[in-house]
């Protein structure tokens, strides 16, 4: 069953500023052409999509990200589950933009 969260408004995106204007303009037509290719069924040309790019020291939302790819990234390499544990039992749905909702 495939669920859709879309509320009508734009998709906003913000992403760390760590690339230059090459790569961050790489970097943005690959993120709308992975959507659109996810999203085949669906008519995303009246989606728009917007992607941003913000220092992540000014960013909480991309600390935040960043904390819980670290704590994971960790937990995969090591086994041990001491900062991935601490957000795991918070987690109700985990939503991968490309597979969907999952957990």
Do not use: C, W
Not at 24 to 32: G, I, N, P, S, T
Not at 40 to 65: R, V, W
């Amino acid at each position: 069953m495939v669920q859709q969260f879309y509320d009508g408004g734009p998709v906003e995106i913000t992403v760390d500023k760590s690339l230059n204007g090459i790569q961050r303009e790489a970097f943005d037509q690959y993120l709308v052409y992975k959507t659109f290719e996810k999203n085949l069924g669906i008519d995303l040309t009246a989606i728009p999509i917007e992607i941003g790019h913000a220092d992540s020291k000014n960013e909480p939302g991309i600390q935040a990200a960043d904390f819980i790819a670290g704590a994971l990234h960790y937990y995969n390499r090591t086994d041990d589950d001491t900062f991935s544990g601490i957000i795991d039992e918070k987690v109700t749905l985990a939503f991968d933009y490309f597979k969907g909702p999952q957990k």
